[in-house]
Structures are given as structure tokens and as C-alpha cells.
């Protein structure tokens, strides 16, 4: 995306840029009054979280990530007035239909807000949130004092990944066999690879490297390509690309229930194309290093809702 900054540092590297200071007490939050017609806020181009990797060839630049009390900080996300009326940065709960909006797991506490209206301020099921909103201040151990708030653009999350095969001599042939065919087959491929997750990563649709709107089926392989082409290729005879991986999806399964069972705060995906765990957390502070030690050589892409500046 042009203009996004993006930054993949080792998680080795981050655990070790620890910080001695103690964990600060909350600071109570400086409560908003409800206006129904906010003001007119301006609007920022979006710069999107960086991520922390893990592993990764890389070991030098992981305290660019690491938060500690007095660091000047930015993040994205909605500003929601809780029921006791603090108020907190997060992404919105997904998953309850016609409930009221509410924050997910990862959110910090929004401290000392300095600009009311907020962008987009408004009335939602009887809570009040903002827009989408680019924040900046200063961390203050349990949250972040905020110096300035802007509106901005709610980045995509999901974009189709590119084949990571060659194509055949032939091309791609993504008409090939009528639509029903082609749908039944996939069900018949990916039940075998459902059946077997320690040989497979997982089956995914990927687009060809001009992203046109042909799909191919990726199945990810951990054993023998030859293997798998004699097994698979006669249950999905049409454009299918084997590729190999590095974690089945059994581990990657057994990572994310372990991560899941660390901390309710975190969020966990696994990226099948990527053959690795998303986990998205509030920041990367002294408890979260603590947290994540038992965790540097898994395959585990960081991405914190705060960062520092």
C-alpha cells in the first residue's frame, strides 16, 4: 500500500528490550460529555500498525516496538465510552448481530482527551463512539494520554493472496469444467485435507500473479510434493497449485490454542497462506514481553494496537 510504513523485527529481539520500571496505577480518565453534532475533525492519511515477527534473520531493531511509561505513542482504532464512562481505543467487537457496539479484546484506555466532539462522535444502541480515528500522546503504563485525534481510513484487513506456483506450460485455465463441477471437487479436496492436518497447512483461493479475477486452489504441503500431487490431483483435476510449508495445520492449531490460553486480551488467526498466527494485542509493554518469552521460535506475527512514535 503506498505510503504505509511497514516494520518485521524478530520477537527475540523484542523480548529482549526490557524496561525496569514499574507498572504505573490506572489514571482515571477525564470523562466526555455526549454532543449529539460533533464538529467538523480532519482527516489523515492511515498508517498502519507495523508488525513483529517471529522468527525472524533479524535481531537489532526489536526496541523499536517495545513500550514503556513516557514514550510518545500512536494508534488506530474506534473510541468507545464505556458503561462507566472511561473511554477506550479498540476494534469493535465482531460477531454479535444487532447488538450494541462494544470493544473487542484488544483496547487501551484513552486518558485525559483533550478534543470533544471526537471525529464522528455519536450515538449507537445508547453507547457513544467515534469514527475511525489516528490517535497520538504519551503511554502512561495503563493507557494513553492523548495529545491529538484525527478521523482516518479503515484499512483493509484480508487481501487474496498471489499463487505461490509457477503456472503450467499451458496457463491457467480457470474455465476449465463447468462451476457445479469445479465446486464439487473442492468440497471432495478439501475434506482430504481436512482429514489429514499434520500433511497439510490448509486449502486456500489465490490469485494468479496479475490478480485477475481467476481463483486457484492452494493446498500447502509439509511432506513430499510428488507425495501430495498423486493423492490430491485426482480428486481436484483442475488448476491446483501444491506448495510447500513449513508448519502443518495441526501445529499451527496447537500454537493458537496455546496462545489463546495465555492471555484473554490477545486475538488469534491463523494465516493459512502465510503458514503462520496472527495475534493482535493491545502493545508490546514489560507484561506482554513476559508473556510472550515462551513464544520466540513459533511462527507468530505480531501486531499491537499501540505503537511507539
Not at 91 to 120: K, Y
Amino acid at each position: 500500500m503506498t505510503g504505509m510504513r511497514r516494520l518485521t523485527v524478530s520477537l527475540v529481539a523484542v523480548l529482549s528490550a526490557t524496561c525496569a520500571s514499574p507498572t504505573p496505577s490506572p489514571i482515571p480518565t477525564v470523562l466526555p460529555t455526549p454532543t449529539a453534532t460533533p464538529t467538523a475533525s480532519p482527516t489523515v492519511a492511515p498508517t498502519p500498525i507495523p508488525t513483529i515477527s517471529s522468527p525472524s534473520p533479524t535481531g537489532s531493531a526489536g526496541s523499536q516496538l517495545f513500550v514503556k511509561e513516557g514514550d510518545g505513542v500512536s494508534g488506530t482504532g474506534y473510541v468507545i465510552q464505556q458503561a462507566d464512562g472511561t473511554l477506550r481505543l479498540c476494534e469493535l467487537a465482531v460477531g454479535i448481530p444487532e447488538a450494541s457496539p462494544s470493544c473487542g479484546p484488544v483496547a487501551v484506555q484513552a486518558v485525559s482527551m483533550p478534543i470533544l466532539p471526537l471525529p464522528g462522535w455519536h450515538e449507537d444502541g445508547g453507547v457513544w463512539l467515534s469514527s475511525y480515528v489516528a490517535v497520538s500522546g504519551t503511554w502512561v503504563g495503563e493507557g494513553i494520554a492523548v495529545a491529538t485525534v484525527a478521523e482516518t481510513a479503515h484499512l483493509p484487513t484480508y487481501e487474496t493472496p498471489i499463487v505461490p506456483c509457477p503456472p503450467p506450460d499451458a496457463g491457467w485455465n480457470p474455465g476449465e469444467g463447468s462451476a457445479s463441477a469445479r465446486e464439487r471437487a473442492s468440497l471432495v479436496l478439501g475434506g482430504e485435507v481436512d482429514a489429514h492436518p499434520s500433511l497439510y497447512s490448509g486449502m486456500w483461493a489465490a490469485a494468479p500473479g496479475d490478480r485477475s479475477q481467476a481463483t486457484i486452489i492452494v493446498v500447502g504441503v509439509t511432506g513430499s510434493i510428488d507425495d501430495a500431487s498423486v493423492a490430491l490431483r485426482a480428486l481436484y483435476p483442475f488448476d491446483l497449485c501444491l506448495t510447500s510449508v513449513a508448519f502443518s495445520a495441526a501445529e499451527l492449531h496447537h500454537l493458537a490454542l496455546d496462545l489463546a490460553a495465555t492471555s484473554p486480551a490477545w486475538t488469534v488467526r491463523v494465516d493459512t497462506p502465510n503458514d503462520r498466527m496472527r495475534l493482535g494485542l493491545a502493545v508490546v509493554d514489560q507484561s506482554t514481553l513476559q508473556m510472550l518469552s515462551t513464544f520466540t521460535s513459533q511462527p507468530i506475527d505480531i501486531k499491537p494496537l499501540v505503537q511507539p512514535d
